[in-house]
């Protein structure tokens, strides 16, 4: 080990544990149709051994039909990642979902589902969300060689996008904006110097896999980041070793769909959208996917009503980083790789017939996109001004924070019909003290107190990463370890 490495240890230890606690401190209302679908399609698998969801019907409008049967009309990695907590609460517990009258407001019921919900988004969402801030922090040190403009890129994507609210659910948004950054991370690895490392070759194909299990529009983004990975492992003498790897981390990670789609309808490749119920326009194009609408695409990154750059400005200094990476010859290709995912993201988006999400908190459907795009803050970082222009990155970054720390801790779920979300969904029920916290929910505080208890612990943390990155300033990027 370095002596670089050993003084970097403690800020990913230490930012590891505060994305993580973060996403696992707030919650999201469990009884959202499109949530509690998954964890039903879970208590089935682990209750019963089976996949029809035919007792929730009344619980969600969120559901495919086969025959006489109900079940799960979404990519099932959600549901399959949410299996250990379930199992190991009903090995725990003596509490089955059958034994409950299904309400989805306040209800015996609805805590039943909220306990396995949280469990499940801390050993899955909120896990990789904290997995991917600190791999991104390692993937900017080695593009920049500064530790303050890799702990802010890291920070900017853990704490100051709507990854952070997103990761309180089981919806598959914020684990694909993970897994994204997990296999561009493992492209640079697997492909970087003379070594042979196989694991992140491996970890290359798996984390992309794993996405299309979560979300199947991310294979076209996911495609993206596989030919760059291949393009720069071809130029290798250990190519068939990097490139062999990869693929096969990509079987094993999408076999638990095919396993899935056996288990669920008899067919591997039979899938839960073509059964949805009551959403006709995911007949229209590719399951809902047709030509991008440029007003869409206003809407979903500028419009005021849900833009996402209105939820997280700070992927504004993420805009001009990339900009400058693709400028840069030797970060070129991961500069037009993001750019490629960026835009693929926000095209399928655009495209989509149910665009807005329904009730969501800004665009639900590019949430994929800010990771990556957050590796451009690093190098926004590095070439900041001097005099009082060299704070500016640091002040969006903390407004970032400020905005996102509030929408994780109010409601994910906003509704399509206010005309600005930022202001109707987020500050005003924050400032009316509607939130959702660990200590209100479980240990009777008040949601005021449980937001204040994580603000005590949280900003002493953000401080000493600041400052202990500060100290170490720049590293030599051959030096760090992952």
């Not at 682990?46 to 559901?63: H, L, Y």
């Not at 990642?81 to 009903?90: E, K, Q």
């Not at 190519?239 to 990869?246: P, S």
């Not at 326009?281 to 996402?308: C, E, Q, S, Y």
């Amino acid at each position: 080990m370095t002596n670089a490495d050993g003084r970097l240890r403690p800020i990913r230890i230490v930012l590891f544990l505060l994305v993580w606690a973060s996403c696992s401190w707030f919650g999201s209302w469990e009884m959202n149709t499109n949530n509690a679908v998954r964890l039903f399609a879970t208590l089935v698998m682990v209750e019963r051994g089976e996949a029809t969801i035919d007792q929730f019907d009344s619980a969600t409008t969120d559901k495919a039909q086969f025959g006489g049967h109900l079940y799960l009309d979404k990519a099932p990695g959600m549901s399959l990642m949410a299996i250990p907590a379930v199992a190991a609460l009903h090995a725990l517990s003596p509490a089955r979902s059958g034994d409950y009258a299904i309400f989805t407001s306040a209800s015996p019921f609805a805590r039943f589902i909220r306990v396995r919900t949280r469990l499940a988004v801390a050993t899955g969402p909120a896990l990789l969300t904290a997995i991917a801030a600190m791999l991104l922090f390692d993937l900017a040190l080695m593009l920049t060689g500064s530790a303050p403009a890799a702990l802010a890129a890291a920070i900017g994507y853990g704490l100051g996008t709507p990854a952070w609210a997103w990761s309180t659910s089981l919806l598959g948004h914020a684990p694909v904006a993970a897994l994204f950054v997990i296999a561009l991370w493992a492209g640079v690895r697997a492909t970087r110097g003379a070594e042979t490392r196989r694991w992140p070759a491996f970890v290359l194909g798996l984390s992309l896999g794993w996405a299309v299990v979560i979300e199947y529009p991310t294979v076209i983004a996911g495609t993206a980041i596989a030919l760059w990975a291949t393009w720069r492992a071809w130029r290798r003498a250990d190519r068939v070793t990097v490139i062999g790897l990869a693929a096969l981390g990509g079987i094993i990670g999408l076999l638990p769909l095919a396993a899935y789609n056996l288990f669920a309808f008899g067919d591997p490749f039979q899938l839960g959208y073509e059964g949805v119920v009551g959403f006709d326009g995911m007949n229209r194009g590719l399951f809902g996917i047709g030509v991008p609408d440029p007003a869409v695409l206003w809407n979903i990154t500028l419009g005021h009503k849900r833009g996402l750059l209105w939820f997280a400005p700070a992927l504004l200094l993420g805009l001009w980083g990339l900009f400058l990476m693709i400028r840069a010859r030797a970060t070129r290709d991961i500069g037009i790789v993001v750019a490629a995912v960026v835009a693929i993201t926000l095209l399928i988006n655009a495209g989509y017939y149910y665009w807005d999400g329904g009730n969501s908190t800004g665009p639900r459907h590019s949430i994929p996109l800010v990771g990556v795009l957050a590796l451009g803050i690093a190098p926004a970082w590095a070439a900041r001004g001097r005099g009082i222009g060299r704070y500016l990155p640091a002040e969006v970054i903390l407004l970032s924070i400020a905005i996102n720390a509030c929408m994780a801790a109010t409601d994910i779920y906003g509704s399509p019909v206010v005309s600005f979300q930022l202001r109707d969904v987020v500050f005003v029920p924050f400032l009316n003290g509607h939130l959702r916290t660990f200590a209100s929910d479980w240990m009777n505080w008040s949601p005021g107190a449980g937001f204040i208890l994580w603000e005590t612990l949280a900003l002493p943390a953000l401080i000493w990463l600041a400052l202990a990155a500060r100290r170490i300033g720049s590293v030599d990027p051959e030096m760090t370890k992952a």
